[in-house]
């Protein structure tokens, strides 16, 4: 009897099957889609889902975690609920929600951190009890709502800043490769000079020129500093590959030159293409980072892990300063390097030389 035959794969197969065998790999994926949920879920699932997570209160300025505090909440009046927009989950999503109700702290599990306030008054209408679990800002804000709503700041501008560099550098790359000659040349000295400028330096340049800063512009810049990378890759793949069999035989039958680049020449290069977007997405939120803490990326009171190590770093020497730097710290370092070693493990996954077991 004939041996049977073993099932025909697609090379996808083979580069998933790579990629799960990579634990580390396969951890920082899994990283990446909890923050990524996070992210998406936004002010749904936040402890304060106030515009900003930005809902604080002097007396609890830089409490520690595990802090449980009693709230009186008094209605507030009609005349300031008619001018709120209307609540409904999909304007929460985008922008959270507006109190309904006055609050103030009446009691906490440390003492003497309140004077005692009367709540008896009428007005007052019941007490909350809150749980800060990681403890409060030198706002008085909570410190586990801004950590968790800055995931969807350092995955958006990383997101952003992918498809940015990848549409520009994708393009450029393609047609400096392909065309070669004096059209190579050109492009290829646009990259040089590109790539010699600091990427602090030409994010600060372009948010001079929009005469802006916010999270849009950071989003924009950060993007518009990462092509470079992409472009010098695709280039290459491509002055290897434009004289192929496939590609001469596509000459031959007169297929146009944007569908030859489109369909022929860029889908070959999407290994090495997903490999370095997960590189520039971590290099994006390190960026992103490093520029809000400098005070020339996202703008207070909207929470960017790099402007919370910042506001930490200002408290260093006090008991706060340690965890309200280091918490937003260890964020962007797991964030980090959960796209570093999924981007170790997609390179490897790509390497028809790395084995399959099983």
Same mark, same amino acid.
């Given at each position: ?15 998933? &099957? ?16 909890? +923050?990524?949920? =996070? ?21 609890? &300025? ?26 409904? !989950?999909?304007? %929460?999503?985008?922008?959270? +929600? ?5 609050? !103030? ?15 008896? #008054?009428?007005?007052? @209408?019941? %007490? ?12 008085? $804000?909570?410190?586990? #709502?801004?950590? *968790?709503?800055? %995931? ?14 990848? #549409? ?40 001079? /020129? ?6 849009? =512009?950071?989003?924009? /810049?950060?993007?518009? %500093? ?32 944007? $569908? ?12 090495? *293409? ?9 290099? /994006? ?32 020497? @006090? ?14 370092? *797991? ?24």
């Amino acid at each position: 009897m004939a041996p049977a035959l073993a099932p025909v794969r697609s090379p996808g197969y083979y580069v998933r &099957q790579r990629l799960w065998q990579n634990r580390p790999a396969v951890t920082g994926l899994i990283f990446i889609v909890l +923050c990524t949920l =996070v992210a998406l879920l936004g002010y749904w699932v936040l402890p304060d889902n106030s515009p900003d997570a930005n809902n604080g209160f002097v007396q609890l &300025q830089k409490q520690e975690p595990g802090l449980a505090v009693v709230f009186s909440q008094t209605p507030l009046p009609e005349s300031a609920l008619g001018s709120r927009p209307d609540d409904n !989950a999909l304007t %929460t999503w985008l922008q959270g +929600c507006l109190p309904a109700h006055a609050e !103030a702290p009446v009691a906490t599990n440390v003492a003497g951190l309140l004077r005692p306030t009367p709540i008896g #008054s009428p007005a007052a @209408t019941r %007490t909350i009890t809150r749980t800060y679990w990681l403890g409060t800002d030198q706002a008085g $804000r909570d410190t586990l #709502s801004r950590l *968790l709503l800055g %995931t969807r700041i350092s995955l958006g501008i990383g997101l952003v800043a992918v498809l940015i560099s990848l #549409s520009l550098g994708m393009t450029i790359g393609a047609v400096a490769g392909y065309f070669g000659g004096w059209v190579d040349a050109v492009l290829l000295g646009l990259m040089t000079v590109v790539w010699s400028i600091p990427g602090i330096m030409l994010v600060i340049a372009i948010s001079l /020129a929009l005469d802006s800063k916010g999270v849009w =512009v950071s989003f924009v /810049a950060v993007g518009l %500093t990462m092509w470079v990378d992409v472009a010098r890759v695709v280039r290459g793949q491509v002055l290897s590959l434009r004289s192929a069999t496939f590609i001469e035989a596509g000459r031959v039958l007169g297929l146009p030159t944007h $569908r030859l680049i489109a369909r022929h020449l860029l889908p070959n290069l999407r290994g090495p *293409l997903i490999v370095l977007a997960t590189s520039n997405f971590a290099a /994006a939120i390190l960026l992103e980072a490093g520029l809000s803490f400098l005070g020339l990326g996202v703008q207070p009171p909207a929470p960017s892990w790099g402007l919370m190590v910042k506001e930490g770093y200002d408290l260093l020497g @006090t008991r706060a300063g340690l965890w309200l730097t280091g918490l937003p710290g260890v964020a962007i370092s *797991l964030l980090v390097l959960s796209f570093n070693v999924l981007g170790n493990g997609l390179r490897d996954a790509y390497d028809p030389k790395t084995p399959v077991a099983g």
